[in-house]
């Protein structure tokens, strides 16, 4: 990692210039965003024609089913994906749907991991996008709104499974009657500390600091039972705290852990929760690590027991790049990629020795993972290697898995079968990510030069200037959002003289910031609708310059500024 000593901008990601090295393979990068878009809609329309309000489509038999707790759940997962693409008027629509049709008053048994990162996450992120799609939003938002609303009707459901003596939740919960009695203790790490980005969140927008509390209070068990050599075991009993299984690794049942321990320490300028990310990526360097590839080991002695990847690994070079250790993700990434070629997708376990998938692993549930890495390292690096993993990714799964009724889970990357299922996280993630790395101009990638200033019950707030978290279900949190409901000014604002020099060279003194145009919602400003509802959100609030303008809090750590998505510490 490198050190920055530039300005501090609060996490915004700045612009490279575009490469000639895409164009120089031939690569027709907006040929490619296009039928990505394309991808999304032939999934998306038979989902809402076959399936809906079931969960998820099953693409073979153009029908529904419930998987994660009757929550319409794909319809959710798509909602911001709606907006990067552009389409605004559905976003509208989808809206007005889930707040009329969508209860979490049920007698459902649900996973409190998914139900947070798809439901909470996805409801989250469609709020603070709300303005910028259109939406009518009312009084005092962001600080309140009925998808905000909904979020925290859904967190609640979950908070009984939190109540151990460790703090660690189990893994159930039913959404009526809270944890059953017969309820199993044994947890997976990632189920356990995977929600200070939505929780904190939540409690940043509402006030309530019981969901930060509860997540704080997850991820600091984990860490105080970690092994003697720093590893973390694969499932814990969260009444105990005894480890029930011992294989450490940053793959299935433990990644978003260390995920949302980086991502947490960006969103909320956690010191903490950085130097715990580190110290644990230390020790799977020095015991996971062989050859850029991370293998399973004891988390007590350290010594090899599985000595394969599994595709879910495939987001650590996009978490590396976000730490700023750009050389080391694109060494691993690139093991990965072979693997990809070599089958034409990831199979969910590989066995490195032998170069080959694993006996009942073969599959490929169309994942996003190895595409979330080219992403984060393509605006790092802009190596159009990582264009190309892009290209073959919408070659192989258009080919394998593409069906009259959407995209199918390929059961077998040997033979390509098809299993009768299609994930929603195929619309929240595998195909965001796709369109995001094929459109660097959409507003997602926004590098702070263009920002909204609202006003909300304590403030001005500024909102919109990029820096965007992707929780683990790529739903993007605003992370200024969480300074604009804060009844008291805790922090003092390190760049407030650089944002009113950008305003003293505006010709105006009124603060009516022009949008650069966006990409996705470009294409679709044909329609009329779509066109009105942009302008409705494109207001913007009159106030002097003496007021604050910043949302964005002095970074309280050594991070100083996220480039390019990554964090560069004084200390390295």
């Given at each position: ?9 609060c996490?915004?990601a700045l ?7 895409a ?5 027709d ?5 296009e ?10 329309e038979?989902?809402?024609?076959s399936?809906f ?9 153009c ?5 994660w707790?009757?929550f ?5 997962d ?21 707040q009329?049709g ?8 649900a996973?409190?991991f ?18 910028k799609?259109?939406v ?13 609303r ?5 967190a ?9 003596p ?10 009526l009657h809270?944890?059953n ?5 044994v ?9 200070i980005v ?10 309530d ?5 509860v ?15 720093g590893l ?6 969260v ?39 580190l110290e644990?990526n230390?020790a799977?360097?020095?015991y ?12 007590y002695?350290?010594?090899?027991s ?5 595709s879910?690994e495939?987001?650590?070079?996009g978490?590396?790049s976000l730490?700023?250790?750009v050389d ?16 034409g997708g ?7 020795p032998?170069g080959y998938?694993v ?20 605006r790092?690096t ?6 190309e993993?892009?290209r ?6 258009e ?9 199918a889970?390929?059961k ?5 079968r098809?299993?009768?299922r299609m994930?929603?996280f ?7 990510y ?9 507003f997602?990638?926004n590098d702070?030069?263009?920002?909204d ?15 965007y ?13 969480l300074?604009c409901c804060?009844k ?20 105006t003194k009124?603060?009516?910031l ?5 990409h ?6 044909k329609?009329s ?7 409705a959100?494109e ?6 310059s ?11 750590f ?15």
């Amino acid at each position: 990692m490198r050190r920055f000593l530039g300005p501090l901008l609060c996490l915004l990601a700045l612009r490279l210039p575009a490469s000639s090295g895409a164009a120089a393979r031939g690569l027709d990068v907006a040929s490619y965003r296009e039928r990505v878009r394309a991808m999304f809609y032939h999934a998306y329309e038979h989902y809402l024609e076959s399936a809906f309000p079931y969960d998820e489509l099953r693409p073979l038999t153009c029908d529904g089913q419930d998987t994660w707790g009757s929550f319409s759940l794909t319809l959710i997962d798509a909602l911001d994906t709606l907006l990067i693409l552009g389409n605004v008027s559905e976003f509208q629509r989808v809206v007005n749907v889930l707040q009329e049709g969508v209860d979490f008053d049920i007698d459902v048994n649900a996973s409190v991991f998914e139900t947070n990162i798809r439901v909470v996450g996805g409801l989250l992120s469609a709020h603070l996008l709300s303005r910028k799609a259109g939406v009518e939003v009312e009084a005092g938002w962001p600080c309140s709104g009925p998808l905000l609303r909904m979020a925290e009707e859904a967190a609640r459901k979950l908070l009984p499974a939190f109540q151990t003596p460790t703090g660690m939740p189990y893994g159930t919960v039913n959404l009526l009657h809270g944890v059953n009695p017969g309820e199993t203790p044994v947890t997976c790490t990632a189920g356990i500390g995977t929600f200070i980005v939505e929780f904190a969140t939540l409690s940043h927008l509402t006030g309530d600091p019981v969901f930060e509390d509860v997540a704080r209070k997850a991820l600091k068990a984990l860490w105080k039972n970690r092994s003697d050599i720093g590893l973390v075991g694969n499932h814990i009993d969260v009444i105990t705290a005894k480890w029930v299984a011992q294989d450490a690794g940053i793959g299935a049942g433990v990644d978003s852990y260390f995920e949302y321990l980086v991502k947490g320490a960006i969103l909320l300028q956690d010191k903490e929760l950085m130097s715990m990310f580190l110290e644990y990526n230390k020790a799977i360097k020095n015991y996971t690590k062989f050859d850029d590839w991370y293998l399973w080991v004891q988390m007590y002695k350290g010594t090899v027991s599985m000595p394969v990847f599994q595709s879910l690994e495939a987001y650590w070079p996009g978490l590396q790049s976000l730490i700023g250790d750009v050389d080391n993700a694109m060494r691993t990434f690139l093991n990965y990629y072979t693997v990809w070629k070599q089958f034409g997708g990831l199979p969910e376990f590989y066995n490195i020795p032998q170069g080959y998938t694993v006996d009942k692993r073969e599959g490929y549930p169309l994942r996003p993972e190895l595409i979330e890495s080219a992403m984060y390292l393509y605006r790092a690096t802009r190596d159009p290697t990582l264009l190309e993993l892009g290209r073959d990714a919408v070659e192989s799964i258009e080919k394998i898995s593409k069906v009259d009724c959407g995209f199918a889970t390929i059961k077998d990357l040997r033979d390509h079968r098809l299993d009768n299922r299609m994930e929603s996280f195929f619309l929240a993630e595998t195909i965001k990510y796709l369109y995001l790395l094929f459109d660097p101009d959409n507003f997602i990638h926004n590098d702070g030069s263009d920002f909204d200033v609202v006003v909300t019950p304590y403030g001005e707030c500024v909102l919109n200037a990029g820096g965007y978290i992707f929780n683990t279900e790529a739903h993007p949190i605003d992370p200024a959002a969480l300074h604009c409901c804060r009844k008291r000014r805790e922090e003092q604002w390190e760049v407030e003289d650089l944002m009113r020099e950008f305003y003293s060279r505006k010709k105006t003194k009124k603060f009516t910031l022009k949008r650069a145009p966006d990409h996705g919602e470009g294409e679709n400003a044909k329609d009329s609708q779509d066109a009105s509802s942009e302008k409705a959100g494109e207001k913007r609030n009159s106030k002097k310059s003496s007021y604050s303008l910043l949302s964005c809090p002095s970074q309280s750590f050594n991070s100083k500024l996220a480039v390019l998505g990554q964090v560069f510490l004084d200390n390295t």
